[in-house]
């Protein structure tokens, strides 16, 4: 495995980690529909939540800049496809939460963003 995906995979586990204290319960992680993927799905309080996982090393990035219009698209066509398979009246919330490392040994800066519709 490349370390690149290392890093992404090691966001998504502080990401998990991070919504489970939170109080979110994990319904589903990495989960494909032909060339889309949501990285987490959870539920908490009665929403349906489809969350993006951005990874960066150190504060020069902008993780947030990675969720563009066309990966928003791409987002919804996932939760469309997801929500024909798993039927559920919940309402739905396209989320994302960035990961910020920042540097070995030291804790990461988690951005959670419960609607990615609010950034910029």
Same mark, same amino acid.
């Given at each position: ?18 919504? &489970?204290? &939170? ?7 990495? *989960? ?5 993927? $949501?990285?987490? $799905? ?8 489809? $969350? ?8 020069? *990035? ?8 066309? /990966? ?9 496809? *997801? ?18 490392? &920042? ?16 950034? /910029?």
């Amino acid at each position: 495995m490349a370390l690149h995906n290392e890093f992404g995979k090691w966001g998504e586990e502080v990401a998990a980690g991070y919504l &489970q204290q &939170q109080g979110y319960e994990l319904l589903a992680r990495n *989960w494909r529909h032909e060339h889309k993927e $949501i990285d987490i $799905i959870a539920t908490k309080d009665g929403v349906l939540y489809f $969350i993006e996982v951005k990874t960066r090393h150190g504060v020069k *990035w902008n993780a947030e800049d990675a969720i563009t219009p066309k /990966k928003r698209a791409l987002m919804w066509r996932a939760m469309m496809a *997801w929500k024909l398979e798993h039927p559920s009246l919940m309402p739905a919330c396209y989320s994302a939460i960035a990961i910020v490392s &920042q540097g070995e040994g030291m804790q990461p800066e988690i951005r959670w963003h419960e609607s990615i519709w609010d950034l /910029k």
